[in-house]
Structures are given as structure tokens and as C-alpha cells.
């Protein structure tokens, strides 16, 4: 039979028809215990009624028009986005690729006004931050670059968690005007960085006068027990990129900022026919009202304390687990060996996970997951992992 589609997806042998809550189920009615939410994406899960409610009735009314005219759905999604955050205005896009696309260019821009020679971005050893050339150059995983070179200049690279590091470029480096960097590294193996990371990026930032750009696209929007990560700490960025779960499956980044990097891109530098529609817009503020009016944060910290002592309790003792961590519903669980054939092995016991970095087992449930759900997410992969090492062991 042949393919129509491009082979760049490795596909998993099953296709999904419907959806409710954090179940799935495929074309023989087969159901499935999601606990990969669409990579980070359906926070609120599958066919959620405000979700569904918000798309039909904006569907009913008004899909697109484009930016040459004012967007009441945008407008108030950017309201509520500032107030969410503390950030000052909102640049809407289709994707998380393009929302670094935007936060990439005001630091170009910026430093370009600036008069730097050759303005440069501190990024991340490790890190993801799309697939378009520029944010496939600023991405710290050479796997994702190879064969796309020439890649995007202006990027210096220094390895995660380390803040010697950045010091060392800063005394080295005149033209740096940014760094870009995920809170935790989600691609990179749900890595968590030290508790004075995020601040003492800040202090830097503020110290050399550079952008502090987040890119809190599988961070955001509640995934780890607070509406964006740099809140567990007292911090403001200057730029913070959202994608993913802020339409729950309906396509929209956003590209925030405040002060100075607020003010960069103006009439004609910047621009998305989509980005930003009426559909997309109502389906997101849905999203962000159910999270607030269903207390979705608080629900994700007590789950997420639940599931990591389960987590502990099952698998601590096992010398081949080398660490259970995680922030909120973002939780690895690192093996000391490669374990990607455990994601099929899962599929067979209607399991959806996914695994990262080749040895982190990574968990993105739904928000809206609750403890029985839970029970059985951690009793068929705490079965899986310990039958799969058994066998490895062989
Ligand atoms: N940044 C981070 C931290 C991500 O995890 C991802 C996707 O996994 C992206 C950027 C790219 O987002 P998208 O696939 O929507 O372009």
C-alpha cells in the first residue's frame, strides 16, 4: 500500500477515534489509560464539554479573519494571559516552534538597536525548542540538527544548570543580549534544575542588562502545579513562550513579554496570518477559565505528591531506577539503561507513555486525572518497569 504522508514520524501501530477525560480509544474500541496528554497538550483531557462548547459556538460565529482587524477573542485572551503572568502584552502564533520564533527575534532585534555586532543568545545544552531553522539551532540536541546545517547563527551554547557557565560567557562575550532556557528540560528528560537556577539567571539578566527568555511551552499552563514554572520562585522573565496546552489540542502559541522586549516588535516586523484567530483565542481563554474554576493547580500539586511517593514507594528500592522525579504532572522516572521499547510494551497493556532522553520514562497526564485513575497509571507501569528489567536482566 503506499504512504501518502511524509515519513517523518515513527509511528506507534495504533490510530485513536475518540477521546473522554484521560481515556482514548482506538478503532476496535480498545480503551486507553492516556498519561502522555498529547505530549503535554490536553491538560484538561479528551472532549472536555467547556472545550468542546467553546469551539462550537465560536465555529458558529466567526473563525478567522486575520490581523488586519481587531480580535475581541484575542484581546481578552491576552488580557487574562498578562494577569495570569505579570507580563505586559502578548504576540499570538500557531505553534511553540513559532512562539520561540518571536521571542528569538525581539532578542535579535533588541540587540541589533542596541548596536551589538553580533547579538547573541545564551541557549542550553540539552534543551528543545522546535523544528524551524531557528529554533532547531537553538536547540541543545545535536540529533535534531544534523543534516539541517547551516544552522542559525547567534546562539552560544553552555551546558544546563550550571551557572558558572553563563558567568564564564558573560566575561567573555560583549555581545550577548539573552537567555533562552526551559525552567525544566521536558525533551532533555524531564531535568530539573537546582531551586536558585531560575533566580540566579534572573540576577544575572538583570546584572548585564540581557533578555530572561523562558520557554515555558510544556512547562506552562498549570503542568507544574503553578500557572507558569518561574512562579514557584520570586521572578518575573522578560519573555515567556506558551504552546501546547494553553488551546488543549487547538493550535496557538503565544510569544509574552514586559518592559523594553514588550515594545520591540512593532507594525510590519513581525506577523502570523492565523495566529491569533477567533477560534483558537475562545477555545484557550475556555481552557485557562476551567483550569481557575475547577482549581486545576491545587488539584495538579496534590496529584502530583500522590503519584511521586507512589512512584518512590514501588520503585525506590530497585538499584536499576536511578531516579523518580518530577514538578507537578511532569514526572521522570530515569532507568540506568535505554527503555524506549517500554512505550509498546505499554501500549499492549492500553498505556500511553512516552520516553525521552533514551532512559527517563516520561509521565505528562492530564490535569484533570483523579486518584483512581492515578492507582492504575502507577500499578501497570510499576508492573511494566519491573517486568521489562526483569527480562533485561536475562
Ligand atoms: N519548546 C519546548 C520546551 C517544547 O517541549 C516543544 C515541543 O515539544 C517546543 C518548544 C516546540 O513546540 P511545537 O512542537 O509546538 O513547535
Redesign the pocket.
Given at each position: 500500500m503506499s504512504n501518502t504522508l511524509m515519513s517523518n514520524y515513527g509511528r506507534l501501530p495504533v490510530q485513536f477515534s475518540h477521546g473522554a477525560g484521560v481515556w482514548l480509544w482506538d478503532e476496535q474500541e480498545t480503551q486507553y489509560l492516556d498519561a502522555l496528554a498529547g505530549?503535554?497538550v490536553c491538560g484538561l483531557g479528551h472532549a472536555h464539554a467547556n472545550v468542546t462548547d467553546a469551539i462550537c459556538r465560536q465555529a458558529k460565529k466567526l473563525v478567522h479573519t486575520s490581523n488586519l482587524y481587531g480580535i475581541q477573542q484575542q484581546q481578552a485572551l491576552a488580557d487574562k494571559l498578562t494577569a495570569l503572568s505579570g507580563l505586559d502584552n502578548v504576540f499570538f502564533a500557531n505553534?511553540?516552534?513559532?512562539a520561540?520564533e518571536a521571542a528569538i527575534k525581539i532578542a535579535r532585534k533588541l540587540g541589533n538597536e542596541r548596536g551589538l555586532e553580533i547579538p547573541q543568545i545564551i541557549v542550553m545544552a540539552g534543551s528543545?525548542?522546535?523544528?524551524t531553522m531557528a529554533?532547531l539551532s537553538a536547540t541543545g540536541n545535536p540529533k535534531v540538527q544534523v543534516g539541517f546545517e547551516p544552522l542559525v547563527a547567534g546562539f552560544i551554547r553552555v551546558p544546563y544548570n550550571d551557572i558558572e557557565a553563563i558567568k564564564k560567557v558573560a566575561t567573555e562575550n560583549d555581545n550577548i543580549i539573552a537567555i533562552l532556557v526551559?525552567p525544566i528540560q521536558?525533551?532533555g528528560g524531564i531535568q530539573i534544575p537546582a531551586d536558585d537556577y531560575l533566580p540566579q539567571i534572573r540576577a544575572l539578566c538583570d546584572q548585564h542588562d540581557w533578555l530572561m527568555m523562558l520557554?515555558e511551552?510544556?512547562t506552562g499552563i498549570g503542568r507544574t502545579g503553578a500557572w507558569f514554572a518561574f512562579q514557584h520562585h520570586d521572578i518575573l522573565p522578560d519573555v515567556m513562550?506558551l504552546?501546547?496546552a494553553l488551546g488543549n489540542g487547538m493550535p496557538i502559541?503565544a510569544c509574552l513579554a514586559r518592559g523594553q522586549a514588550a515594545q520591540t516588535l512593532q507594525a510590519g516586523t513581525h506577523g502570523s496570518t492565523f495566529g491569533g484567530n477567533p477560534l483558537a483565542c475562545a477555545t484557550a481563554l475556555a481552557v485557562l477559565n476551567t483550569i481557575e474554576n475547577d482549581d486545576l493547580i491545587q488539584h495538579t500539586q496534590t496529584l502530583s505528591a500522590y503519584l511521586l511517593r507512589e512512584f518512590k514507594q514501588q520503585l525506590g528500592d530497585i538499584p536499576a531506577v536511578v531516579d523518580i522525579r518530577g514538578k507537578g504532572l511532569m514526572i521522570g522516572i530515569e532507568l540506568n539503561q535505554p527503555c524506549a521499547l517500554l512505550v509498546q510494551q505499554a501500549l499492549d497493556k492500553q498505556l500511553l507513555i512516552n520516553v525521552t532522553a533514551d532512559t527517563v520514562i516520561r509521565l505528562l497526564p492530564p490535569l484533570i486525572m483523579n486518584q483512581t485513575q492515578a492507582n492504575q497509571l502507577v500499578t501497570v507501569l510499576t508492573d511494566l518497569i519491573k517486568n521489562f528489567l526483569l527480562n533485561q536482566g536475562k
Open positions: 505530549i503535554a505553534s511553540g516552534a513559532e520561540n528543545f525548542h522546535g523544528r529554533t526551559e521536558g525533551e520557554d511551552i510544556q513562550t504552546a501546547k502559541g
